[in-house]
């Protein structure tokens, strides 16, 4: 199986399984059913109702046409064709996809799929070296299978702290056990789905709890309390 190694903003590396051609298509087939049923159901009940007007026409197959940029924005990076294939887009550089890396991938999508049957978005997959098609090498993304990253355990992460390490928040050290395993289990998310949410209510949480102000991007405040904590706590 073919996979990618990410290096996240906090210079952890994570290899993910890209998404084969297979589940792609899968995930597309079940996408192209969706809004087929969508598309037919409309019609019928338009020509039901009688109604002609062309703009009342347009304005109910919106949806249908902006199916696939609301969805990967709504479902953090999934179809609904993806979620039950499992695979989502990720960000090469670790970062949670953004709104504008959705939108190129979506404005792109003509031309990877539309064009010639997806024979292009088929190619470039094929021989780019993380499966992207060319949305994805647009947007620097590809997709991923979700849950297939490595496992690293947040443990393993911090075990290998230099002995002169400096600890950058003090109140690290009143962290209780079950507080620890909290913020442990929303990295993991974050790592192995990719999934924010989490990992921004702990954080909120815990500098409410601790009183502490940071300006540290979420996941590296997060990494860096467990540090902390692994100092005081072995000493």
């Not at 709504?74 to 709104?99: C, E, H, Y």
């Not at 947040?154 to 913020?183: C, G, M, R, W």
Request: aromatic share 8%.
């Amino acid at each position: 199986m073919q996979s990618v190694n990410i290096r996240t903003t906090q210079n952890v590396a994570i290899d993910y399984v890209t998404a084969g051609l297979g589940d792609r298509i899968g995930a597309f087939l079940i996408d192209v059913l969706i809004v087929g049923a969508y598309v037919i159901v409309m019609a019928l009940a338009l020509t039901r109702l009688t109604i002609d007007t062309n703009w009342v026409f347009m304005l109910f197959y919106l949806p249908a046409f902006f199916y696939h940029l609301i969805s990967e924005i709504a479902f953090n990076g999934q179809s609904l064709g993806k979620k039950q294939m499992n695979i989502k887009v990720v960000r090469l550089d670790g970062a949670p996809a953004t709104i504008g890396g959705y939108i190129l991938r979506w404005i792109l999508r003509p031309l990877d799929i539309g064009i010639f049957s997806g024979a292009i978005a088929v190619i470039s997959i094929a021989l780019t070296q993380n499966a992207q098609r060319l949305g994805d090498l647009a947007a620097g993304t590809t997709v991923a299978k979700i849950a297939s990253a490595v496992k690293v355990t947040s443990h393993q992460l911090i075990k290998n702290l230099d002995s002169d390490y400096q600890p950058v928040f003090s109140d690290a050290q009143y962290l209780s056990n079950e507080e620890v395993n909290i913020i442990k289990q929303a990295l993991e998310v974050n790592k192995h789905r990719a999934d924010m949410k989490p990992a921004i209510a702990v954080s909120r949480k815990v500098k409410e709890h601790l009183k502490v102000q940071s300006d540290m991007p979420t996941i590296k405040f997060l990494y860096t309390l467990l540090k902390d904590y692994n100092h005081y706590t072995s000493q």
